[in-house]
């Protein structure tokens, strides 16, 4: 199964743009890259995804190496809203194969 | 729009009790449907994916079976409950066709006594 590795756990003040990294060197040319993200007791949320190309939404922006062997998961303005864990993804076909994620905390 | 509903929301049973987890999907036709379980503070394990009525593929050999016998209707089950069964179950759907994302229910806790 295709991995990702992303820091365990990360902290932003509101308001203040949020960087959260995710590696994914065994990535293949045909994996798309997937965030989603998760609150307490709840079903994980669609955040966004990409193949090569950065992408924008309303909610987030991603951003992909130009060897699509890392991407970064951009919030423009953090609110306390945003405060989850964050799992990135690599998905080809059936196989969405979901890691620990970041928890990103959210200070005010 | 398309909506997901997953219930019950929590489930207490005892060992060695059957169950079953009902999962439908409105607003869309032939999505693909999938169980996932989740350990506390730990990621989403797959356990089944259906790409249409009646035809189900297992991720990971278990006391549990997957049925759809709607189109958008999933549905997660055991003949007999073990401890290890407890967690979070959640029930996701997308589209058919394409590297379409995948929309989560709210899950169910499961809590096996």
């Known amino acids: 199964d295709a991995k990702t590795t992303q820091p365990n756990s990360m902290e932003s003040n509101e308001e203040e743009p949020v960087h959260l990294p995710c590696n994914h060197s065994?990535?293949?040319?045909?994996?798309?890259i997937h965030w989603y993200r998760q609150l307490p007791s709840q079903g994980p949320e669609y955040v966004i995804h990409g193949l090569t190309s950065n992408v924008n939404n309303r909610m987030a922006s991603l951003a992909i190496a130009e060897d699509r062997k890392s991407s970064t998961l951009i919030l423009h303005r953090a609110t306390l809203r945003d405060a989850a864990v964050y799992y990135c993804?690599?998905?080809?076909?059936?196989?969405?194969?979901f890691g620990p994620g970041t928890r990103l905390s959210v200070l005010p | 729009s398309q909506t997901i509903h997953q219930w019950p929301a929590t489930l207490v049973q005892p060992v060695g009790s059957p169950l079953s987890l009902e999962c439908t999907v409105e607003?869309?036709?032939?999505?693909?449907l999938y169980w996932y379980r989740q350990a506390a503070g730990r990621g989403l394990q797959l356990l089944f994916y259906s790409v249409g009525i009646g035809q189900i593929s297992s991720e990971v050999p278990q006391n549990l079976s997957a049925s759809r016998p709607q189109d958008r209707q999933f549905i997660l089950s055991s003949k007999k409950l073990l401890l290890s069964d407890s967690g979070f179950y959640l029930c996701a759907w997308r589209e058919g066709r394409g590297n379409q994302p995948q929309h989560f229910g709210d899950g169910t806790r499961l809590s096996i006594l």
């Open positions: 065994t990535i293949s040319g045909t994996d798309y």
């Open positions: 993804i690599l998905a080809y076909g059936q196989n969405f194969v």
């Open positions: 607003g869309t036709s032939n999505p693909n």
